[in-house]
């Protein structure tokens, strides 16, 4: 783990690269005071939804695992877990929108407030 790098957002792909696309879109739009990664893992084994996911490596902190094999659900958010160096992990769906400006610095608050949830 960095030390560095407060949260970690994993969001494991099966074809809803615009949704992806969306999603990381507000969580770069959150109002934080640390640092964190977005992973995505892409089970698709489709290379137009690969294309699109390319697409965010222009955000510095955004890490994207282009699997040759859909290796499932479980198997797939575990790979972006071990990728993982933030404090906390968050499994997210491709479909979240995070509207709140502040959601992810409240949640990272109150883990920080709570070590014992």
């Not at 994993?10 to 770069?28: A, E, F, G, T």
């Not at 390319?54 to 510095?60: D, H, P, S």
Request: charge should be positive.
């Amino acid at each position: 783990m960095k030390k560095d790098i407060k949260a970690s957002i994993v969001i494991l792909d099966y074809l809803k690269s615009r949704r992806v696309v969306q999603n990381v879109q507000s969580i770069m739009e959150q109002k934080v005071n640390f640092n964190l990664e977005i992973i995505i893992v892409d089970n698709s084994c489709n290379t137009e939804n690969a294309k699109k996911l390319e697409g965010l490596k222009k955000y510095a902190n955004v890490r994207l695992q282009i699997n040759k094999d859909n290796v499932g659900y479980v198997r797939g958010n575990n790979r972006g877990a071990h990728m993982a160096n933030g404090q906390y992990i968050l499994i997210v769906n491709p479909d979240i929108v995070w509207r709140e400006k502040d959601t992810l610095q409240k949640l990272v608050d109150f883990m920080d407030k709570n070590p014992d949830v």
